[in-house]
């Protein structure tokens, strides 16, 4: 069984639409769907946004569901100059960029106690997001493999941005995904993060998200569908 989460309506509710045989277990507040997607066993749900709701599911997901792999599906703005609207970025590996102690002798993004700030992805999943992309991407749109940057904030201005940039150079960031990279690596359990562009997360974000967002979080998610389908 594969699990899948999403933090926003949006961001699962093709792939709900999609599943067949499901029956939902509530568990910790959150809905967790099961289901099967082209015959693959999955469970879905909906963690809400930021870090600790995320960290949250993914425990309950891991502990409590026969999981042999996490995806998490959704969008994030584009940090990469490569990186553009529509495109998909698909994690090699995840950090916490808002996450600073520096001042015990740790960089930043790393959980002190740790020995690196970044959580590799599955080399599998990724092999798999990558067959599915050539199927899920839009006509003229890209993927990208490499790291993306997870903190508590919604990015959107080109200070804050470049801060990010030029401490881990990753393709894009979000809200999610490298809290639930660090409940799979203790428990280790395969993970890879799926994410659209929605915004550059850069002054124009707060006009692009609610413009793109819908459309790029179907492209994520078709894409997630083509992994677990194959």
Partial sequence: ???????????????LEQMTDKTTRTIGGLDF???????????VVKCGIGKVNAAHCASILVTSFDVAGVINTGVAGGINPHVNIGDVAI??????????????GYVTGQVPGLASPYFAACKELIEKAKTAAKDALPEGKKWHVGRIATGDQFIASRRAKDAIWESHVPLCTEMEGAAIAQVCMLTATPFVAIRA?????DGTAHEDFPTFMEETAVTSAKLVMGMVGE
């Fill in 197 to 201: 562009i929605s915004d550059k997360a």
């Fill in 91 to 104: 994690s090699n590996d995840l950090v916490q960029h808002d996450v600073e102690a520096t001042e015990f």
């Fill in 33 to 43: 769907h099961e289901g099967k997607i082209g015959g693959a066993p999955v469970v």
């Fill in 1 to 15: 069984m594969i699990g899948i989460i999403g933090a926003m309506e949006v961001e699962v509710q093709g792939i």
